[in-house]
């Protein structure tokens, strides 16, 4: 996805917002964010076709600057921790809302979703969990037909690698997991989705096996493999690094370790979380025909590019 002006506002919010989690005097946000500004190339001419950066590239090379200023590598640890239990003091309701659903699985996918909008992006505060949240996420447009794909992709796959992305979203992402995978709760039928004798909220034969992906270095609040034993995930699926020796919130595949890149290279489906994920793997042309997008429509350019509407919910098969 190539850099829209509306970008630029997005990155300066991100690195104003960062520093104001971490730091409490005025005058030094004030010195930092002037080092920031100063540093960075804000065209948004210089497309990534041209040798400029798409905008989570642009994101990432804040946060290296921000780390390099301040000399602490998790500037957003305890905002990561906070979103995390945020989250997860909704994950009981959210798992009762999903079982007592009669498509479990559509139920967790726009959750999963939804739970996108734990981003920094557009503020560590914005749409927080409250009593009317499940409801909320749960009630925003989505493409049935996308989700319909989307299950049609699962039933048939053995292999699925879960690229996940923002802290309190990957406590949403354990409830989509539990339920590809069967665990706990989920783990009745097993039979073709659909169909009388089975329930549309089944993924197909036997369980895939699933190896979610999160981040080597912390960068903004995404999710790295201390938060996701925060919230349990390593109890769900296969959770492992993404090996990428630089901080950025996406996932570059071509920077990826021998392991995933392997994983990927063998995996029926592919599931990427986010919208920067989506920036840096829609092109990838390796993916092409097994990956699904799940990500809130946050972000006009983003929006216009997949063609939904400003806070609905993305499945995107690609």
């Known amino acids: 996805m190539r850099v829209w002006p509306e970008c630029v506002p997005c ?100 959750l999963a979703a939804a739970g996108n909008v734990f981003d920094i992006m557009i503020g560590l505060d914005a749409g927080g969990p409250s009593s009317e949240l499940l409801e909320r996420m749960s009630s925003r447009w989505v493409d049935d037909a996308q989700v319909e794909v989307f299950r049609e992709r699962l039933a048939k796959a053995r292999t699925v690698v879960y690229f996940t992305d923002n802290c309190g979203e990957i406590v949403f992402d354990r409830l989509l997991l539990e339920v590809m995978s069967g665990y706990g709760e989920f783990g009745g039928d097993d039979g073709v989705a659909g169909d009388d004798n089975h329930p549309p909220g089944a993924v197909g034969h036997g369980r895939p096996e699933i190896t979610a992906v999160v981040r080597s270095l912390p960068v903004i609040n995404d999710a790295t493999l201390t938060e996701a034993r925060q919230i349990g995930l390593p109890e769900v699926v296969r959770v492992i690094e993404n090996g990428i020796s630089f901080a950025v919130p996406a996932t570059v595949l071509s920077e990826v370790s021998a392991e995933v890149a392997v994983l990927v290279r063998d995996a029926d489906l592919v599931v990427s979380k986010g919208g920067a994920n989506f920036e840096l793997l829609e092109e990838e042309e390796a993916l092409r025909g097994k990956v699904t997008f799940l990500l809130l429509g946050k972000c006009g350019p983003l929006c216009d590019t997949l063609g939904v509407p400003r806070d609905g919910l993305v499945v995107h098969n690609a």
């Open 11 to 110: 990155v300066l919010r991100m690195s104003l917002e960062t520093i104001r989690a971490a730091v409490s005097d005025e005058d030094e946000v004030a010195r930092l964010f002037d080092k920031v500004l100063a540093g960075q190339d804000l065209s948004v001419v210089r497309s990534a076709g041209d040798g400029g950066l798409r905008p989570a590239e642009r994101v990432g090379e804040v946060w290296r600057e921000l780390v390099a200023l301040t000399g602490d590598d998790d500037l957003l640890a305890e905002a990561k921790a906070h979103q995390n239990d945020l989250a997860l003091s909704l994950l009981p309701a959210a798992r009762e809302f999903v079982l007592a659903s009669p498509d479990p699985l559509y139920a967790a996918v726009k």
